[in-house]
């Protein structure tokens, strides 16, 4: 997924097609997003004194820990 929102980023970047290109990288961002945040309360990563975890989540790596 990450791979194809690329190559549609940079084909959209190089027709200088901004609505979509927005639209795209909106599309990618917001679910990543939710993920992380997802995975930092319902975890409760945050009750516990742990700064490398909030930085992989922060760093969009949540998923990986």
């Known amino acids: 997924e990450g791979a194809a929102a690329t190559v549609l980023c940079l084909s ?6 901004h609505f979509w290109l927005a639209l795209t ?16 309360f319902v975890h409760r990563d ?8 909030l930085l992989m989540h922060l ?3 949540g998923p990986i820990i």
């Open 12 to 17: 959209y970047g190089h027709s200088d097609d």
């Open 46 to 53: 945050l009750s516990r004194d742990r700064p490398l975890v």
């Open 25 to 40: 990288v909106f599309f990618v961002l917001c679910p990543s997003v939710l993920v992380q945040l997802t995975l930092i």
């Open 59 to 61: 760093l969009q790596l």
